[in-house]
C-alpha cells in the first residue's frame, strides 16, 4: 500500500530556532500533500494544503511567514516552523494524496520547543 | 462548509462486547465518509471509506460502517472487541467543493476492559 515517511518523528529544540520537517511519498507521487496541527486529545486541525511547484494555500489563521512549506517535488514536502516559541510545540502529521483518493498520513512528528 | 459530529469522546467496552462508534455529517451528501483510527504518537490509519457504492462498507480489522442517508449517520461497529482495538477513532468527511480535503471530527477515545 501506500506510504508516506515523516522525518523527524520526535524533535526537541529551544526557543527562537527554525525547525524542518519532511514529508515524503515513498511509493507514489503526490501532487497534493497536506500538513495538519494536533493538540492533546484533539482532533486534526487542517494547516495548508500544498500543490507541487504551487504556493500553499494557508487555513485561515495559520500565518504563512510562520510556517513554511515547500512542495518542490512529487515526493517531498516540507513544513518550517520559523523561530518556533513553545506555543508551536505540538503534533504535526501530514498526508499525501494523488488527487481524488484518499489521502495517505505520516506517522507524524512531536515537536518540543524549550 | 461540510461538518462531522462524533458523540461521545470516550466510549468503553468490554472484551469481547459489542463496539458502536457515532458520527453524523452535515445535510449535503458528500463525496466521501471515512473511519480512522490513531494509535499513540502515531499518525492516522484508514479503516473505511465510504464512496457511494454501497451502503454498508466494511473495513480492515473487522470494523464496519453503514451509511444511512435519512440519518446522516455513519456509525462505526464490530461486532467483538479485541484488546488491540483500543485507540483514537476518527469520522471524517470530504468537502463538497474539493474530493481531497477533509475534515475531520473530534474523534472518540475507545478504551476496552479486560
Known sequence: ?114 | AQSVTQLGSHVSVSEGALVLLRCNYSSSVPPYLFWYVQYPNQGLQLLLKYTSAATLVKGINGFEAEFKKSETSFHLTKPSAHMSDAAEYFCAVTEYSSASKIIFGSGTRLSIRP
Open chain 1, 1 to 114: 500500500g501506500a506510504v508516506v515517511s515523516q522525518h523527524p518523528s520526535w524533535v526537541i529544540c529551544k526557543s527562537g530556532t527554525s525547525v524542518k520537517i519532511e514529508c515524503r511519498s515513498l511509493d507514489f507521487q503526490a501532487t497534493t500533500m497536506f500538513w495538519y496541527r494536533q493538540f492533546p486529545k484533539q482532533s486534526l486541525m487542517l494547516m495548508a494544503t500544498s500543490n507541487e511547484g504551487s504556493k500553499a494555500t494557508y487555513e485561515q489563521g495559520v500565518e504563512k511567514d510562520k510556517f513554511l512549506i515547500n512542495h518542490a517535488s512529487l515526493t517531498l514536502s516540507t513544513l518550517t516552523v520559523t523561530s518556533a516559541h513553545p506555543e508551536d510545540s505540538s503534533f504535526y502529521i501530514c498526508s499525501a494524496s494523488t488527487g481524488d483518493q484518499p489521502q495517505h498520513f505520516g506517522d507524524g512528528t512531536r515537536l518540543s520547543i524549550l
